[in-house]
């Protein structure tokens, strides 16, 4: 895994960005997005050999304005998204300090995310999340904020979600994971590998009511549906087949 990071997806990201300032932007994201497709699904397949296992029903078209919504239980569950959008990658909202990690923060520059800091600056985030809805392509969000520490879904921390809504109603995809929570962090990869039985599961796509007065309720509805779905999800026997 640190070969394929290091002698393939570093210097072809670096590659892209530098010939990314000579195309269009509709070039550049059609780049980016073949780029981050199948390097996501060959870093999953090499965690496979690994023994992690990664099993997933269901796609997400990302080429037109809307919102996906996924729990969020490790660091592979960008990876995982992914593989489940197309034909572009959805725009990811993450954390400023992403930006300086190696080929993660290339790639979101040429991706276009969001970039926010809610921690210093909750406002500033709230409003780079409803500017962001001006786009022509999905954007995905983790509506916890962070990643679960057992894998239960937490709280939704709803205000940049409803800006965005507020300020576009466009359709919401609902994504369901569970059994990556073994990977919650960089270097559980190197020990707890074999512990990770992935499994992820479109629930369906929602629109939002049209009166803003309503959209409290249609987050919490969200959230109750991602429930469910995770519900549904850990109630299946290991052995049996996702997608």
Same mark, same amino acid.
């Given at each position: 895994?640190?070969?394929?990071l290091g002698? /393939?997806l570093l210097p072809?990201?670096?590659?892209?960005? !530098?010939?990314?300032?000579l /195309?269009? #932007?509709?070039?550049?994201?059609? *780049?980016?997005?073949?780029?981050?497709?199948?390097?996501?699904?060959?870093a999953?397949?090499?965690?496979?050999?690994? @023994?992690?296992?990664?099993?997933?029903?269901g796609?997400? &078209?990302?080429?037109?304005?809307?919102?996906?919504?996924?729990?969020?239980?490790?660091?592979?569950?960008?990876?995982?998204?992914?593989?489940?959008?197309?034909?572009?990658?959805?725009?990811?909202?993450?954390r400023? %300090?992403?930006? #300086?990690?190696?080929?993660?923060?290339?790639?979101? *520059?040429?991706?276009?995310?969001?970039?926010?800091d +809610?921690?210093?600056?909750?406002?500033?985030a709230?409003?780079?999340?409803?500017k962001?809805m001006?786009?022509? %392509?999905?954007? !995905?969000?983790?509506?916890? @904020?962070?990643?679960?520490?057992?894998g239960?879904?937490? &709280?939704? #921390?709803?205000?940049?979600?409803?800006?965005?809504?507020? !300020?576009?109603r466009?359709?919401? *995809?609902l994504?369901?994971?569970?059994?990556?929570?073994a990977? %919650?962090?960089?270097?559980?990869?190197?020990?707890?590998?074999?512990?990770?039985? @992935?499994?992820?599961?479109?629930?369906?796509?929602?629109?939002p &009511?049209?009166?803003e007065?309503h959209?409290?309720?249609?987050?919490? #509805?969200?959230?109750?549906?991602? @429930?469910?779905?995770?519900?549904?999800?850990r109630?299946?026997?290991?052995?049996? +087949? /996702?997608?």
């Amino acid at each position: 895994m640190l070969l394929w990071l290091g002698l /393939v997806l570093l210097p072809t990201s670096l590659l892209l960005a !530098a010939f990314s300032r000579l /195309v269009s #932007r509709a070039t550049r994201l059609c *780049w980016i997005s073949w780029w981050a497709r199948h390097g996501s699904a060959i870093a999953l397949g090499i965690l496979a050999k690994g @023994g992690a296992a990664s099993r997933r029903q269901g796609f997400v &078209p990302s080429d037109a304005p809307g919102i996906v919504l996924m729990n969020h239980q490790s660091v592979l569950d960008v990876l995982v998204l992914c593989v489940m959008t197309g034909p572009l990658v959805p725009a990811f909202v993450a954390r400023e %300090r992403y930006a #300086r990690a190696p080929v993660i923060g290339t790639g979101l *520059w040429l991706a276009d995310c969001p970039l926010i800091d +809610p921690q210093k600056d909750r406002a500033g985030a709230v409003e780079c999340l409803r500017k962001a809805m001006a786009g022509d %392509r999905a954007i !995905a969000l983790y509506p916890e @904020g962070h990643r679960s520490p057992d894998g239960t879904l937490q &709280p939704f #921390r709803p205000a940049g979600l409803l800006a965005m809504l507020a !300020a576009r109603r466009v359709p919401v *995809w609902l994504v369901a994971t569970d059994g990556f929570q073994a990977a %919650r962090k960089l270097h559980d990869l190197a020990f707890n590998l074999h512990r990770v039985d @992935g499994r992820t599961e479109l629930i369906g796509r929602f629109e939002p &009511p049209a009166d803003e007065a309503h959209l409290p309720a249609f987050v919490e #509805r969200l959230h109750a549906e991602m @429930g469910a779905g995770l519900a549904r999800l850990r109630t299946r026997p290991a052995t049996s +087949p /996702v997608g």
